[in-house]
């Protein structure tokens, strides 16, 4: 076996706020990317929701910032299927800072659809472990999402 095989990998890809109304576009970059989407839910998250899928940037300067954006709005979240998935998502996206990814990468998916530092369109896990720890966070039957039922908020019917 030769170490420079592809691997066939699952990534967690999530639409952040800022990005939810390029929903279809987005998918659409999936879609062309050969990348499969094996799982796809809309929600929002709470704010402990978002304080622990970003526990890991806990203390940061951006952390506050963050948890409140993340919690403002609309997400995404979607499992994704393919060889190298976590390498090809994140190279899609770009850049972190959407001024260095429209300067950069003015194609991906930051460059064409972020705001700024923080509100940067989309997610991506970095490895398998944030792949696996992210995926059931989000999807397993244990998930520890916590705002989910925020479709029985509506005030018109
Ligand atoms: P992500 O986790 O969302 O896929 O992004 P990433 O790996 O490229 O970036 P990471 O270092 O993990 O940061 C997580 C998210 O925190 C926000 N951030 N804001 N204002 C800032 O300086 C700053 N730095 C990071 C972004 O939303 C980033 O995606
Ligand atoms: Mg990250």
């Given at each position: 076996?030769?170490?420079?095989?592809?691997?066939?990998?699952?990534?967690?890809?999530?639409?952040?706020?800022?990005?939810?109304?390029?929903?279809?576009?987005?998918?659409?970059?999936?879609?062309?990317?050969?990348?499969?989407?094996?799982?796809l839910k809309m929600t929002k998250m709470s704010q402990e929701d978002a304080r622990e899928f970003y526990g890991e940037h806990k203390g940061k300067p951006f952390y506050?910032?963050?948890?409140?954006?993340?919690?403002?709005?609309?997400?995404?979240?979607?499992?994704?299927?393919?060889?190298?998935?976590?390498?090809?998502?994140?190279?899609?996206?770009?850049?972190?800072?959407?001024?260095?990814?429209?300067?950069?990468?003015?194609?991906?998916?930051?460059?064409?659809?972020?705001?700024?530092?923080?509100?940067?369109?989309?997610?991506?896990?970095?490895?398998?472990?944030?792949?696996?720890?992210?995926?059931?966070?989000?999807?397993?039957?244990?998930?520890?999402?916590?705002?989910?039922?925020?479709?029985?908020?509506?005030?018109?019917?």
């Open positions: 076996r030769s170490k420079f095989q592809n691997i066939k990998e699952k990534t967690f890809a999530m639409i952040k706020p800022d990005a939810y109304i390029h929903i279809g576009k987005i998918i659409s970059i999936i879609e062309r990317s050969g990348l499969q989407i094996s799982n506050d910032g963050l948890v409140n954006f993340m919690s403002s709005d609309l997400i995404v979240g979607m499992e994704l299927v393919g060889d190298n998935a976590i390498k090809r998502w994140r190279e899609l996206l770009g850049p972190t800072n959407t001024l260095v990814a429209r300067e950069q990468a003015p194609n991906s998916i930051r460059g064409l659809f972020g705001t700024d530092g923080t509100k940067n369109a989309c997610h991506g896990s970095d490895s398998p472990g944030s792949a696996f720890r992210e995926l059931n966070f989000f999807f397993a039957k244990t998930s520890k999402l916590k705002t989910q039922a925020f479709f029985n908020q509506c005030t018109c019917c």
